[in-house]
């Protein structure tokens, strides 16, 4: 069933806004309490009013107003200020262009996803050829004392679920590369005012759900900078990323934590090079200048707390696993119930089934 959000936005009057040439946003007003913001990218409200439309429908005029800046997730007033993680660097020489990117591709293979509660604003559709196919301004919470992750993410809409001009709450799966000046922003914004770009490959509407959670990093390369002493370790990806239509490369810096299962074995790579997977919670972004000016800073690396790590043999290594497919047993005597109705009266409609198939195993 389409989701609908007060002062919500159907893909079909988001593409008629599109096709006339005029990008959607929201809301240009800066306080001055971002003034420390070191670049456009990073001026956000350190509190905002979260008052719901109460427009039957967005005129549009909604979707003719200038871009938006993105807003903080914080709706609180007594928000503390927000710290920005810039690393210090020497004054840029004029050798040093935009399209360098702090020289962090890796061009090795790999994969990085994004998963967690986002907010979602400025639907619009980048091709009026194709309406289903929406972009997004994304934030990410990493702290009332941080500013949050921000990302241009792309989604095919194919349940054709609507979307609120301002705000959407959703739980979301995405796969993801730095910020790149290849990126189309499709809105008159630049590159530089996102940390993240990439496309959505699964998305669930959570309308009620408090988005003030640490999302989690999925990500798979080669290891590098180990750190043993402060038990940290660096690990790039590089992917084929469907908003850039070409190679897209992240740079994550992994740290283990002296607590629960890491507080007496600590996972560091056994040496540079080796491949690794790792999973983590999203803390920080580390910025850099741009190498043209001072205050204007972009991504160069993001900040995991460590959750899970494992390490591949390389290529050369690699060897067929044996077969350790164990031998059936019995059919235990209790049954599934499936219940996905609210109130739990749904029927059981895949238990003969799920029984039939399981007898069928056994013979």
């Given at each position: 069933m ?25 809301d240009?007003?800066l ?13 956000l ?7 719901p439309?109460?427009?039957?429908s967005?005129p ?25 993680h ?23 293979p790999?994969?990085a996803?994004?998963v ?7 639907p619009?559709?980048?091709d ?15 702290g ?20 609120d ?15 790149s ?6 809105n008159g ?28 990093m ?5 290891v590098?900078?180990?750190d ?10 590089t992917?084929?990323?469907?908003h ?6 992240i740079?994550v810096?992994?740290?283990i ?18 491949n ?23 991504p ?13 043999p ?33 029927p ?9 198939d ?6």
């Amino acid at each position: 069933m389409p989701v609908t959000t007060r002062g919500a936005v159907s893909a079909s009057n988001v593409s008629s806004s599109a096709s006339s040439g005029s990008p959607s946003c929201t809301d240009t007003s800066l306080p001055s309490s971002v003034a420390h913001s070191p670049s456009r990218s990073q001026s956000l409200t350190s509190s905002t009013s979260e008052t719901p439309s109460t427009l039957s429908s967005p005129p549009s005029s909604i979707l003719s107003s200038p871009p938006s800046s993105i807003r903080s997730l914080s709706e609180s007033p007594s928000t503390p200020a927000r710290s920005i993680h810039i690393k210090p660097q020497s004054p840029p020489s004029p050798s040093s262009a935009v399209n360098a990117q702090v020289s962090r591709t890796s061009q090795l293979p790999g994969a990085a996803l994004i998963v967690g509660a986002a907010i979602l604003r400025s639907p619009r559709v980048p091709d009026p050829t194709k309406p289903r196919t929406l972009a997004f301004d994304a934030q990410f919470w990493l702290g009332d004392d941080h500013i949050p992750a921000t990302a241009c993410l792309r989604y095919f809409n194919s349940s054709l679920l609507s979307f609120d001009e301002n705000r959407n709450v959703c739980v979301i799966l995405a796969t993801v590369a730095q910020s790149s000046s290849k990126a189309n922003t499709f809105n008159g914004m630049t590159w530089m005012d996102y940390n993240l770009l990439g496309d959505i490959a699964w998305l669930l509407p959570c309308p009620t759900a408090d988005p003030r959670i640490h999302p989690m990093m999925i990500v798979s390369g080669p290891v590098s900078a180990i750190d043993r002493t402060a038990l940290q370790f660096k690990l790039s990806a590089t992917q084929y990323v469907q908003h850039l239509s070409s190679l897209g490369d992240i740079n994550v810096s992994v740290t283990i934590p002296d607590s629960g299962r890491y507080r007496n074995s600590k996972p560091l790579p056994f040496s540079e090079g080796a491949n690794a997977t790792v999973v983590g919670h999203l803390q920080d972004v580390t910025r850099t200048s741009d190498g043209t000016s001072a205050d204007t800073v972009i991504p160069e690396a993001f900040q995991l707390t460590l959750e899970n790590v494992v390490y591949f043999p390389r290529s050369t290594n690699y060897k067929t696993p044996l077969n350790s497919q164990a031998n059936p047993t019995s059919s235990s005597k209790r049954a599934w119930r499936f219940t996905f109705d609210p109130d739990g009266t749904s029927p059981d409609k895949g238990k003969k089934r799920a029984r039939e198939d399981d007898d069928a195993d056994l013979k």
